[in-house]
């Protein structure tokens, strides 16, 4: 009886491994996260899965195309981020504003809103959340290419947009607070 209330969802999960463009079952009205989150699973199910080699293009190519299946079992702990599905609606409301911020991954950042209550500090936000709930919503997503040595965060180019997407905190490199009056600065890296 439960798997006829489920609609299947265009999905893009990545993985550091690889990058799943497959479809998810869900409940309607439930988010992506709040399935992410779940525990009585370690695995997310996927169907008419198109499995590719790690990219962040746009489109992947067809030579990096790995494998096609019916059926795939991913593990959760694994996925960074997904792209897909439906956002949490339970940001809103309770005083909580969008606040900019930067995901970082070792050669992309993720751009995007979450909505937490003013007064917070972000890194009260964090350990508050991510420790019962690693998968959150990030709004209105920009998906940056690391850029050349020398070039600031805010300087590199964007490969993809995204009204939501679904991050695992728990596997990103760094979350950075992006406030009016907080330019960012070059990649320590290039130093």
Do not use: C
């Amino acid at each position: 009886m439960l798997a006829s209330s489920l609609v299947p969802v265009g999905v893009v999960v990545y993985t550091q491994q690889f990058r799943v463009h497959a479809m998810l079952h869900m409940r309607p009205g439930t988010s992506t996260a709040w399935v992410l989150n779940t525990e009585d699973r370690a695995f997310l199910s996927l169907t008419d899965a198109a499995m590719y080699r790690p990219s962040v293009s746009d489109a992947p190519a067809d030579a990096d195309r790995i494998y096609d299946t019916g059926y795939a079992a991913v593990p959760k702990a694994h996925v960074s981020w997904m792209v897909g599905g439906a956002p949490d609606g339970g940001q809103d409301g309770y005083g909580r504003q969008p606040r900019q911020v930067y995901v970082m991954y070792p050669n992309y950042v993720l751009r995007g809103l979450f909505h937490m209550r003013a007064e917070n500090r972000l890194s009260d936000f964090l350990a508050t959340i991510t420790a019962p709930k690693p998968f959150q919503t990030l709004f209105d997503v920009s998906l940056l290419e690391k850029g050349p040595a020398g070039t600031r965060v805010d300087e590199w180019t964007v490969l993809q947009r995204h009204p939501f997407v679904t991050v695992n905190l728990r596997l990103a490199g760094a979350v950075f607070d992006v406030r009016e009056g907080r330019a960012s600065r070059t990649d320590p890296g290039s130093a």
